[in-house]
């Protein structure tokens, strides 16, 4: 099994910034590509971003491209989501997920196998 524990959100402004981070633990040898999520209130939820585990390969939401960076720690066992220029359409939960198979990254929520409980991540105006 495989945990997955973010931390780092809260409330900025908009065009702030803020990064949040994922620790995994468990059986993290299990995981190929790892991902953010995010849920806004009465939405579905939708891919962010993406990373294999190695960090050689990435994608973005078109909707995030050029505003937020994903990267990974693989040492620490530690993804992260640094958001900059931050829209009140980013208000969400953040959720991370790892998945066990590879088949480069993925961006479908069934594709991940392993679930963290959320981050909140609320942009005023």
């Known amino acids: 099994q495989v945990q997955l524990v973010e931390s780092g959100g809260g409330l900025v402004q908009a065009g702030g910034s803020l990064r949040v981070s994922c620790a995994a633990s468990?059986?993290?040898?299990?995981?190929?590509?790892v991902g953010w999520f995010r849920q806004a209130p009465g939405k579905k939820r939708e891919f962010v971003a993406g990373i294999s585990w190695s960090g050689g390969s990435t994608k973005h939401a078109d909707s995030v491209k050029g505003r937020f960076t994903i990267s990974i720690d693989n040492i620490e066992n530690t993804l992260y989501l640094q958001m900059n220029s931050l829209k009140p359409d980013d208000t969400a939960v953040y959720y991370c997920?790892?998945?066990?198979?590879?088949?480069?990254?993925?961006?479908?929520?069934?594709?991940?196998?392993?679930w963290g409980q959320g981050t909140q991540v609320t942009v005023s105006s």
């Open positions: 468990g059986r993290t040898s299990r995981i190929y590509a």
């Open positions: 997920a790892a998945n066990n198979w590879w088949g480069g990254v993925p961006t479908a929520d069934y594709e991940y196998a392993y």
